[in-house]
C-alpha cells in the first residue's frame, strides 16, 4: 500500500521544519505577513538545506538475477454452488428457525484473534451492488477444513446485515445444527454456536446470506464517482480491504495467515464492467439490464488482497515478455493519459520477474484509476488500484514531478505483488516484512526503468532520514512491533514500518554483498510462496547463503535493528592510529521533558548491533567494516591517516559523532575537496551546522571571514546565479536537470530574486491571454507565485481553473498546491473552507490542501487557528480518521517552537484526540520539544552566524 503523498517534491520541502522563529500570539490573526531579519536568517537556513538536498545528483545500476522457475499453482475444487440469480433463497440445510441475533450478547470467545480450529480453504461469494440505492447484497460460501472439534465457529464481519446462515458437510451426511449467532460490532465477530461438536478432520461448508451499505469513507466496499468534462456525475463502486476491511464486504476469517482460494461471481448493470482479482471467464444475462460476470479462482491468498472495481471504464493492455496481460483501466475521457503507466508496469514487471528470479504467477495485471481513495494506492493481487493521479500522465501537461510519482508508486505497488501478495506476513506485526521491502525495491525498480534518476542517492534523503526523524523520539515502536486490534494494525503503517524498513533493509545488503542478498531473497520467496513468513524466516534464509562466506549471525543483529525502537550515534575519536567509538542511543528531545511516555525497556538494553564502515583519505574509495556489538569498540588503523569518515556511503542507519579533532579533520577536508562530504541525513539544519564540545552544535564554516557582506538576498544570489545561469531558463535536457531547475527556479522565486518574480508574473499574463505556452514543470512555478506575489485576479484565474471540469485530477492538484502558497489570510481561509465541501474537493484533495497550506510558514497558523474552529468538521470530512487528522494536525504545529505554543498542542489533544492515538499524541508534542530544544540550543548561535554574513 502507498500512503498518500503528504510533502511535497518541489517548492517548499520538509526543510521548512528548520523555520524556527518567534511570533506572537497563536491566537490572532493579520491580513498579510511579513519577514522579520531574524525569520529571514532561519529562512536562509532552510534554503541552504534545499540547497543541499537538489545538489546530490548520481545513480547506481543494480545485478539482476537469473530467470524465474514456475511456481507450482494449486487448483482449487470447491464445492460451492453459487446461486445465479436470486440471492435471497436459503440456499442451504440450516435449521433458520433456531436463529436469533443478539448483538452485544457475550461471546464464549473472548479474543480479537480467531481460534485456530477452522482453517478456510475456500470462498464462493457473489456479490451484488446496487448503483442506484448505494448497497450490495452477496451470498458467500466458505469450505473450512476442521482442524480440530470444537462446537462453535467464529468468523469477521464488520457492517453487513446477515439475513440467513446455513451450514453442512461437504462429503458426510451428518446434519450441524445452529443453535445461535451472535455479532460482536466491537471485535467485529460473527459467532455460530452449534448443538454438537464438528467432526475433527472433517469439511464444512458455511453459507450466509448479507446486505451492506456501499459506504462513503473508502474502506471496505465503497462508493466513488467522478465527473465528466460534460458536467455528469458518474459512480462506481471498489474496494480498499487492507488491513481489516474485507470483513465489511463479505463474511470471512480476515487474518493474513489463513489464506484461501477465492471464486466470485459478480453482478453489474450491463453498460458497466467489473474486475476482481483473476480474469472473467464468463458472463451471463440475468435481466434486462443486468450482468453476471463469472471469474476465475484465484492462487491461495490472504482476504485483504481480494479486490473488485465495477465501474464503466476503458483499458488499453499490453503483454508482458512471459505472457502477462498487463492493462490500465480509466475513465473514458482520460484513456489517452493510461500510455505512460501501462509501459512502465509492463517493464517494471519483466525487471521484476529477472530481480525476483520468480515469475509472475497471474495471468493478468489490472492497473485502475480511482478517484478518490483512503490510501495512495493498493497491491492487491491481480487488480491495483491507485487514486488517479498516481496512474494517469499526459505528458504534455504533467509535470516531471507527477511522472516521477507515477513510476514510483507503480514500482512500489508491483514490488509488492512478490513482498506481501506471494509471501505474506503472518500477522500485522510484521507488516514492515510487506513495506519495508516494497519500499526499497521501488528504488531500484525505478531506478531500472530509469537509470539517469538519482534513485539511490534520493534514498537517504527521502526515506532514511524520514526514518531517523521519527525514530529519534520516545514515542516511536520497533519495526516489528506487537499489534492486535484494528486500530493499532492501522497506526504501523507509517514512517517505521515503510522507511525505516526498508533503511536496514539497504543496511544488510551492503553487509552481505548484493549477490548474496538476492540469492537469500529468492530462496524466501521461493521457500514461504503461496504461504506466510516472519522475521526469523528471512534471516534464515541470508544465514543459509552465507554460512560458507562469512561468519555472521544475521538474526543477531538484524534483531537489535527490527525488535527495538530507536537507534544508535556512534561517538569516534581517533588518537593516532588508535580509533575509540562508543555507541548510546540517539534521542532527540530532552527526556525529562516528555510527555509523560515511559521509555519502553528494550531486551537488547538499546544496544545495536552495528556494522561500522569507513573510508579514510589514504582510500577513499575502500571501505572497511567492523562489527560493534558492544557499548564500545576499539581498533587500530593499519597507517597513519589525515581523516576518518564513518558510515561510509550512508548505508547504515546510525549516526556518527567526531570529536573535535574529528570534526575539524572533515571540515579542511570539505575546504579543499568538497567531494568527501561527512553525508549525515537529517531534517534540515544539521548539514549546515556539525556538534562541538559538549554537543553544542556549531556553524560548520565561521573561522576564516570570507564570507561575502552583499545582504542576504545577495549572499544566496552569490551562490545561486552560477548555476541557475548554468541551467538557462528552458525547460530543456535530462530529467534530473529539469528537477534541479524547477528547484533553483523556485527557490529564487520564492526568495523574492527581483528577475525571477517578474518573469513569473510576466509569464502568467501571457500564459492567460495565449501568448505564450509554458511547459508543465514551469507552469507548476508560475501559478504558484502568481498567487503568492500577485493578487486577485491571479487567485481566481487559478482556482477557477481549478474547479473546471476540463482539469484533469492531477492538474487540479498542481493548482491546489499553488493556491496554497497564497500570503494572503481572507484566501487562505478560503480555500481551508473550500476543502470542507465534498462537492469541491475529493478527500485526498482536502488533505493535500490542508496539510499543504501547512508546509508553509505563512500558513501555517491560519491551518492552525482554522482547524481548532472547525475540527468537527474537518473530522466528518476525513471520516474521522485518526491517521488523517494527526497529519493535519501535524502540520498545522511542526513549526511550533515556543513553551505557549506546546501547551496550547497540548490543550488542543487532550481535548480532540481519542485515546486509541496517545502514543502518536505524544510524538507531535515530542516534535515540538525538539523544536524547542534546538531554539535554545542553537538558534541564537545559527542567527549569529546568518547575521555575521549579512553585516559586513
Ligand atoms: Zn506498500
Redesign the pocket.
Known amino acids: 500500500?502507498?500512503?498518500i503523498e503528504e510533502v511535497s517534491f518541489s517548492g517548499t520541502s520538509k526543510s521548512d521544519k528548520n523555520l524556527l522563529f518567534n511570533r506572537g500570539s497563536l491566537l490572532n490573526n493579520s491580513t498579510m505577513y511579513t519577514c522579520s531579519p531574524r525569520r529571514a536568517a532561519f529562512t536562509v537556513a532552510a534554503i541552504i538545506c534545499c540547497l543541499f538536498a537538489v545538489s546530490v545528483i548520481a545513480a547506481f545500476a543494480r545485478p539482476a538475477c537469473s530467470m524465474p522457475p514456475s511456481p507450482n499453482h494449486t487448483s482449487v475444487d470447491a464445492d460451492h454452488k453459487l446461486p445465479s440469480t436470486n440471492i435471497s433463497q436459503p440456499t442451504n440445510t440450516a435449521t433458520t428457525d433456531k436463529i436469533s441475533n443478539v448483538k452485544g450478547s457475550q461471546f464464549r470467545w473472548n479474543k480479537i484473534r480467531l481460534p485456530t480450529t477452522l482453517v478456510p480453504h475456500s470462498y464462493g461469494v457473489l456479490i451484488h451492488p446496487d448503483m442506484e440505492k448505494f448497497d450490495f447484497s452477496g451470498w458467500s460460501s466458505v469450505e473450512v477444513v476442521v482442524k480440530s472439534s470444537t462446537d462453535y465457529i467464529v468468523m469477521h464481519v464488520k457492517q453487513l446485515n446477515i439475513s440467513d446462515i446455513g451450514l453442512r458437510y461437504r462429503n458426510r451426511d451428518d446434519r450441524i445444527e445452529m443453535k445461535k449467532y451472535l455479532i460482536s460490532v466491537e471485535r467485529e465477530q460473527l459467532y455460530i454456536e452449534l448443538t454438537s461438536n464438528l467432526i475433527a478432520g472433517s469439511t464444512i461448508l458455511i453459507n450466509v446470506s448479507f446486505h451492506g451499505v456501499l459506504s462513503d469513507n473508502m474502506n471496505g466496499f465503497f462508493l466513488n464517482f467522478y465527473i465528466t468534462r460534460g458536467g455528469v456525475k458518474r459512480y462506481l463502486a471498489a474496494t480498499q480491504f487492507e488491513p481489516t476491511e474485507a470483513r465489511s464486504a463479505f463474511p470471512c476469517f480476515d487474518e493474513p495467515h489463513m489464506k484461501a482460494h477465492f471464486k466470485f461471481n459478480i453482478i453489474r448493470p450491463k453498460d458497466y464492467i467489473s474486475l476482481f482479482n483473476t480474469e472473467k471467464v464468463a458472463e451471463k444475462m440475468i435481466s434486462e439490464n443486468e450482468t453476471m460476470d463469472i471469474f476465475n479462482t484465484t492462487l491461495k491468498m490472504s482476504t485483504y488482497l481480494v479486490a473488485f472495481v465495477v465501474c464503466d471504464y476503458l483499458s488499453k493492455s499490453q503483454l508482458s515478455k512471459s505472457g502477462v496481460n498487463i492493462s490500465v483501466y480509466a475513465p473514458p475521457e482520460a484513456i489517452n493519459d493510461v500510455n505512460v503507466a501501462l509501459d512502465k508496469a509492463t517493464k517494471i514487471l519483466d525487471f521484476y520477474e529477472d530481480f525476483y528470479g520468480i515469475k509472475y504467477p497471474l495471468k493478468k495485471l489490472d492497473n485502475v484509476a480511482i478517484p478518490d481513495m483512503s490510501v495512495g494506492?493498493m497491491?492487491n493481487w491481480g487488480p491495483v488500484l491507485y487514486i488517479s493521479k498516481y496512474l494517469l500522465l499526459n505528458e504534455s501537461r504533467n509535470s516531471e514531478h507527477d511522472k516521477n510519482m507515477v513510476v514510483v508508486v507503480v514500482a512500489?505497488?508491483l514490488?509488492?505483488q512478490w513482498f506481501?501478495n506471494l509471501v505474506t506476513m503472518e500477522w500485522w506485526n510484521d507488516l514492515w516484512l510487506?513495506?519495508g521491502f516494497?519500499?526499497y525495491i521501488e528504488y531500484v525498480g525505478t531506478n531500472h526503468i530509469f537509470p539517469d534518476w538519482p534513485m539511490m542517492e534520493i534514498f537517504t534523503c527521502q526515506t532514511m532520514a524520514v526514518a531517523m526523524v521519527a525514530d529519534s523520539s520516545d514515542a516511536s515502536h520497533s519495526i516489528s512491533d506487537p499489534v492486535y486490534d484494528p486500530n493499532e494494525i492501522n497506526e504501523i503503517f507509517d514512517s517505521i514500518s515503510?522507511d525505516k524498513g526498508a533503511s536496514v533493509i539497504r543496511m544488510l545488503e551492503n553487509v552481505v554483498g548484493p549477490d548474496v542478498f538476492y540469492r537469500a531473497l529468492k530462496n524466501y520467496l521461493t521457500k514461504h510462496q503461496f504461504d506466510t513468513a516472519n522475521n526469523n524466516d528471512l534471516w534464515e534464509s541470508f544465514t543459509q547463503q552465507l554460512k560458507d562466506t562469512m561468519h555472521i549471525n544475521v538474526k543477531e543483529m538484524m534483531d537489535t535493528w527490527t525488535l527495538q525502537m530507536g537507534f544508535p550515534v556512534v561517538s569516534m575519536s581517533r588518537n593516532g592510529r588508535q580509533v575509540t567509538c562508543r555507541q548510546e542511543r540517539y534521542v532527540i528531545t530532552d527526556q525529562s521533558k516528555l510527555a509523560g511516555v515511559q521509555v519502553e525497556p528494550s531486551r537488547f538494553n538499546y544496544l545495536w548491533f552495528i556494522p561500522l564502515t569507513f573510508v579514510t583519505d589514504r582510500h577513499p574509495n575502500n571501505h572497511s567494516m567492523y562489527f560493534m556489538k558492544e557499548k564500545t569498540l576499539r581498533f587500530e588503523l593499519p597507517e597513519d591517516v589525515n581523516w576518518l569518515k564513518a558510515n561510509s556511503n550512508m548505508t547504515g542507519f546510525y549516526r556518527v559523532h567526531y570529536d573535535d579533532n574529528g570534526w575539524s579533520d572533515i571540515i579542511r577536508q570539505l575546504k579543499s575537496d568538497h567531494t568527501h562530504r561527512p553525508h549525515e541525513p537529517d531534517d534540515g539544519a544539521r548539514p549546515l551546522v556539525v556538534p562541538g564540545e559538549g554537543g553544542e552544535l556549531q556553524p560548520l564554516e565561521d573561522d576564516d571571514g570570507e564570507h561575502q557582506d552583499d545582504g542576504l538576498q545577495d549572499v544566496m544570489k552569490k551562490l545561486m546565479t552560477p548555476i541557475l545561469k548554468k541551467l538557462g531558463w528552458e525547460d530543456v535536457g535530462d530529467h534530473d536537470t529539469k528537477l534541479i531547475r524547477i528547484e533553483l527556479m523556485s527557490l529564487a522565486t520564492r526568495l523574492g530574486f527581483q528577475e525571477y518574480v517578474d518573469w513569473v508574473m510576466r509569464s502568467f499574463k501571457q500564459m492567460v491571454n495565449g501568448s505564450l505556452r509554458l511547459s508543465p514543470n514551469q507552469q507548476s512555478i508560475v501559478f504558484r507565485y502568481a498567487v503568492k506575489y500577485g493578487g486577485a485576479e491571479e487567485w481566481d484565474f487559478v482556482m477557477n481553473s481549478a474547479m473546471s471540469s476540463n482539469t484533469s485530477q492531477a492538474q487540479k492538484a498542481v493548482m491546489l498546491d499553488a493556491l496554497t502558497f497564497s500570503n494572503d489570510v481572507l484566501r487562505v481561509t478560503r480555500l481551508l473552507e473550500m476543502s470542507l465541501n465534498q462537492t469541491l474537493m475529493k478527500t485526498n484533495e482536502c488533505l493535500g490542501t490542508l496539510t499543504g497550506v501547512g508546509k508553509h510558514s505563512a500558513g501555517q497558523l491560519v491551518l492552525w487557528n482554522f482547524i481548532k474552529k472547525n475540527w468537527s468538521l474537518i473530522n466528518d470530512r476525513i471520516h474521522g480518521m485518526p491517521k488523517r487528522s494527526r497529519a493535519i494536525v501535524r502540520f498545522a504545529s511542526f513549526l511550533f517552537s515556543t513553551e505557549v505554543e506546546y501547551d496550547e498542542l497540548q490543550t488542543f489533544l487532550n481535548e480532540h484526540m481519542s485515546k486509541e492515538t496517545a502514543r502518536l499524541n505524544i510524538e507531535l508534542l515530542d516534535a515540538v520539544r525538539m523544536n524547542i530544544n534546538w531554539k535554545a540550543k542553537s538558534e541564537d548561535q545559527l542567527v549569529q552566524w546568518l547575521l555575521k554574513q549579512t553585516s559586513h
Open positions: 500500500m502507498a500512503e494506492a497491491e512500489h505497488e514490488a509488492h506481501g510487506n513495506e516494497a519500499k515503510y
